[in-house]
């Protein structure tokens, strides 16, 4: 809970013990304990996702409005300032390293593992033996053929659209971000809306993919090598999407509300990092998974 004492932003501010983490430790052992036990078949009903899932939105909604109550109180001064600079940038680095498992992952299973299935480099040609008849061609749903065979998304259809609208995305909000910086309020609350439907429209068209995919294609998770970082990597970026277009909603709702300054307004920054760091990401998506 803020400690809200007369305001000093020459001293570096620590907030008054709070409960907020231990109360989200708890809701996200509900959400986790809920899940696996749905994916392990021990389902003990659908309770402690709900249950996790409405407590950690109550938490986040409470613990976040404190931080901005305490932001626009003035309580932080330059020091706070560059601490969660610093903070935004080593967690945008923490997900550069998760992202870059995955696409490891991909280029592990069709640039070295399929090459050796298909007998390539191998002196023994144990391949022969373990998986006769099978050749290096991607995409594959493994020598296997788990779940049969399937199609693939053309890059030029959906992906290219939202390529387009991720990247416009971002173009609108650098443009809100010039206009906040400017004193232009109104103009920075019509560019954030534009971003937010940029990022709904994108997931809209996503989700339109996905069913498509599944229903249509035979591509699904299952679907051998292919279907699996297809999907990791698509779905986990969608995961991202989403959470960065709640996060500009909420950062246009505060500007709406009189929240942040022209010269005071790292919470409006670290979401359009986020929010460039997503559209990077999915750039390099669009090439590695769906174009080459």
Not at 115 to 144: H, M
Not at 185 to 192: A, C, D, V, Y
Request: hydrophobic letters at 50%.
């Amino acid at each position: 809970m803020a400690d809200h004492a007369t305001p000093n932003p020459d001293r570096y501010f620590v907030p008054a013990p709070s409960a907020w983490p231990f109360a989200l430790t708890v809701a996200l052992v509900a959400i986790l304990g809920g899940v696996s036990s749905y994916l392990e078949d021990k389902h003990i009903g659908p309770l402690p996702i709900y249950a996790g899932g409405a407590l950690l939105v109550y938490i986040l909604f409470r613990w976040f409005r404190g931080v901005a109550l305490e932001s626009e109180g003035g309580f932080y001064g330059a020091q706070v300032d560059r601490t969660y600079r610093w903070s935004m940038a080593w967690f945008i680095f923490s997900e550069v390293m998760f992202f870059g498992a995955f696409f490891g992952a991909l280029y592990y299973a069709r640039h070295l593992s399929l090459p050796w299935l298909g007998g390539e480099g191998s002196k023994i040609e144990t391949n022969l033996q373990l998986w006769p008849g099978f050749e290096n061609a991607w995409p594959t749903n493994g020598p296997a053929k788990l779940n049969g065979d399937f199609d693939t998304i053309p890059a030029f259809d959906v992906p290219f659209v939202n390529t387009l609208l991720l990247l416009t995305s971002g173009v609108t909000l650098t443009f809100a971000h010039h206009a906040l910086k400017a004193g232009k309020r109104t103009q920075t609350i019509l560019w954030m809306w534009a971003t937010v439907a940029l990022g709904c429209a994108f997931l809209f068209l996503q989700a339109e993919e996905y069913m498509h995919a599944y229903g249509d294609l035979n591509l699904k998770l299952a679907s051998g090598i292919y279907g699996s970082t297809f999907f990791m990597l698509t779905g986990f970026h969608g995961m991202h999407v989403t959470l960065g277009t709640i996060m500009l909603l909420v950062i246009t709702l505060r500007l709406m509300s009189g929240h942040f300054k022209p010269d005071s307004h790292f919470g409006f920054e670290g979401v359009a990092w986020y929010w460039h760091f997503v559209d990077v990401v999915w750039i390099g998506l669009f090439i590695v998974v769906y174009w080459l």
